[in-house]
């Protein structure tokens, strides 16, 4: 899960670590108008107009995006640089510190909940320190491996060593910083240890997450050799139906069953690997500018196109486990239901559009068509399957050739 807040933090600090995209040498007065006059004054006007509620994404956008002229057009990075003397480790942490004060006390003015504190511990850990904190680790062990002296070639091994690490360890960081809990209602959680069985899992985690009765979501987390966590929100739990929560599990245990998340970090690596060999093939320069952006775009293209496609193949899941769960051999109205009526229930209690497009998983319309459509179908004659099948055909086939030429 990753949020678009920590995604921007993301890209402005690989920016900001790639010097040639800077425009200005640092300027006082510039980096004083976009890191401390504008944002106060973002502040001020949400906490005027806090009625409004396109106010807050307002703010939050525009804090951001005045953090990242200062990186990208007044060289924000060169001057935390000569600030911090090159030291190590803090130099990112100096670079995203701005924006990240200024996010706290946004959520701070902003608190939907009596307790403030509360709430801005919960943004933090959810649009900061979820996708932040293993890409200061991953920044940390680089550093760490290059003033060691080792060479260039070793560092990128190390370096892969970590991620391997940080994917073996994303259960228990991503429950600790979210501070999910294991489920203490038994009924419920047997009940949902049986649809994973029903895929495969045979010992799940579940974790019910705090979100203070804001959020609806349900995520699937572990990848391969690790224990297959589904992450449930106290407001999923709260307002949907025994037999909606149990399709929403069953939606969740349908991308551990198909290896969604193993097959996406090999959808990145390959997409890293491939554009990395054609473009040198072409004769553009690996370490520059223009092809560290297109690398990076060319990677969210691909993750937003297999997602799409998994996410597909997950719901056409829910409606099959629990046809068959009452012993049918192919799709029933009675399977298929209940997940199209969980989307319902979420985009009604969210206030969400159902017609809305959502990047990763297309709108709430869409997707209850296409269960309800399955009606009927054999289990064995799912077409959404074939297409996977092939996907993940394509997907090997383009790493090993990413490798081989
Ligand atoms: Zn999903």
């Not at 640089?81 to 701070?108: C, G, H, R, S, Y």
């Not at 790493?399 to 030429?405: E, K």
Request: glycine share 4%; hydrophobic share 60%; with cysteine.
């Amino acid at each position: 899960m990753i949020r678009p807040i920590s995604l921007f933090l993301l890209i402005g600090l690989l920016v900001a670590n790639h010097a040639s995209a800077a425009m200005h040498p640092p300027k006082l007065i510039w980096l004083m108008v976009f890191l401390l006059i504008l944002p106060i004054i973002f502040i001020a006007t949400v906490q005027v107009a806090k009625q409004a509620k396109a106010m807050l994404l307002f703010a939050t956008f525009a804090v951001l995006l005045s953090w990242f002229v200062a990186v990208y057009f007044f060289s924000w990075a060169i001057f935390v640089q000569k600030l911090t003397q090159n030291m190590l480790f803090v130099e990112d942490f100096f670079i995203v510190i701005p924006a990240i004060f200024w996010l706290l006390a946004l959520w701070f003015v902003t608190s939907p909940i009596s307790n403030r504190m509360s709430w801005v511990s919960h943004r933090f850990r959810l649009d900061i320190v979820l996708l932040l904190a293993p890409v200061f680790f991953l920044f940390a062990v680089s550093d760490v491996a290059v003033l060691c002296g080792v060479s260039e070639e070793n560092v990128e091994i190390i370096e892969l060593l970590a991620f391997l690490v940080l994917l073996a360890s994303a259960p228990f960081f991503m429950a600790k910083i979210l501070s999910a809990k294991p489920m203490s209602n038994y009924e419920l959680r047997s009940s949902i240890s049986d649809i994973g069985k029903m895929a495969g899992v045979r010992r799940s985690n579940i974790l019910v997450w705090n979100t203070h009765n804001r959020i609806m979501n349900a995520l699937a987390i572990g990848a391969i050799f690790q224990p297959k966590t589904i992450v449930l929100t106290d407001k999923l739990i709260a307002n949907l139906t025994q037999q909606e929560l149990r399709s929403v599990t069953a939606h969740e245990f349908g991308h551990h069953k198909y290896w969604h998340i193993p097959f996406l970090i090999l959808t990145t690596i390959t997409v890293m690997v491939l554009s990395s060999k054609v473009l040198l093939l072409m004769g553009f320069d690996i370490g520059g500018g223009f092809v560290f952006l297109s690398q990076l775009v060319l990677m969210v293209l691909a993750i937003i196109l297999v997602s799409r496609i998994f996410e597909k193949q997950a719901d056409a899941y829910a409606a099959v486990a629990l046809s068959a769960a009452s012993g049918s051999e192919s799709i029933t109205s009675e399977g298929a239901s209940p997940l199209a009526s969980a989307l319902g229930a979420i985009a009604q209690t969210q206030c969400i559009n159902p017609s809305r497009k959502d990047l990763l998983h297309g709108s709430i319309t869409s997707r209850q068509r296409d269960i309800q459509a399955l009606v009927g179908c054999s289990f064995s004659g799912i077409p959404i399957n074939k297409q996977v099948f092939f996907l993940k055909i394509a997907l090997v086939v383009s790493f090993l050739l990413g490798i081989l030429i």
